[in-house]
Structure formats: C-alpha cells, structure tokens
C-alpha cells in the first residue's frame, strides 16, 4: 500500500473504502506516517475494528480514527494524565461532531441492518449502504483527522 500527499488523506480515505478495505482501514491508512506505523501495521491494529468491532457496536470509521487519535495525542507530552486528557477531549469531539452529523454510534444503528445476517447483507446490497452510509463515515472521520494533524481541534495538538 502506498501513500499520497498529506493533503489528500480524506480523499484517499474514501479511496481506500471504495477499494474494498473495512472502514476502519480506510480511516487510518493515511495517517500511518503521522503514527509513526507502516499501512502495513496501521492496516493490521485496525482490522478488528471493523464492523463495528464485528457485532454492531461503534462504527468502525471512528473505531479507526481513535486509533490515529492514540497514536497521535497519547505519547504527546510525559505526563500520562495530560495525554488521557488530549485523547479524551478529540475523542468527545469527534464523537459530538459525528452524532450531529448520523444520528448515532453504533454501525448497525447507522445501517438501519445487521450486514452479518441474510436479511441485512441484502440491504446492504440493495441500498448500496456502503457507498450512502460507510463512506460518510468514512469521510467525515478522515477530514476530522486531517484537522487534528493541522492543528485546528481545540486542546489536541498532534506530536
């Protein structure tokens, strides 16, 4: 996996998801310079991640960019509670931001489907929920993310 130029990391976020990767991958992938990773590793941490931790749960899209969160604001400073204090602040800020956007957290609920079952996995397919509901996400999260490397989130400065 190769990357591009900084200032196309949301772009090829939503690349990445329209290629084929969970929406966990597609978030954090261009951000593994930023993390210090390879895509290679970034790729395999966020694997698990998706599907909403593969049951339903909390979308994968910020599932991935928490992780870019942690890589970015956790090791800032070396005061532990002052790191906490940063990952937890972008954390509730994206999480403010993307409830005010979808509605809600959880994958399932934004999917209005379980994908795991027959009946969902059809839906999916029908309403093409990949491309009008994952790749928002997706999006929304990568452009987050992008603020947060330029400095723009209050109270998280990435390292």
Known sequence: MTGGGQQHRPARAGELRQGGLTCSQSVA?????????????????????????????????????????????????????????????????????????????????LLGCDPRTPEGADRMRERDLKQAVCLPTVLFCAEFLEALCDGQAPDAQPR
Do not use: K, W
């Open 29 to 109: 992938l261009p951000y593994a310079g930023a993390c210090g990773l390879t895509e290679a590793q970034l790729s395999a941490l966020s694997l698990p991640f998706a599907g909403g931790l593969h049951r339903g749960d909390v979308c994968g899209s910020l599932c991935g960019a928490y992780l870019v969160i942690g890589a970015l604001l956790g090791g800032r400073t070396g005061d532990p509670p002052q790191n906490r204090a940063a990952v937890a602040g972008a954390m509730r800020q994206l999480d403010e931001g993307f409830l005010q956007r979808f509605g809600h957290l959880r994958c399932h609920d």
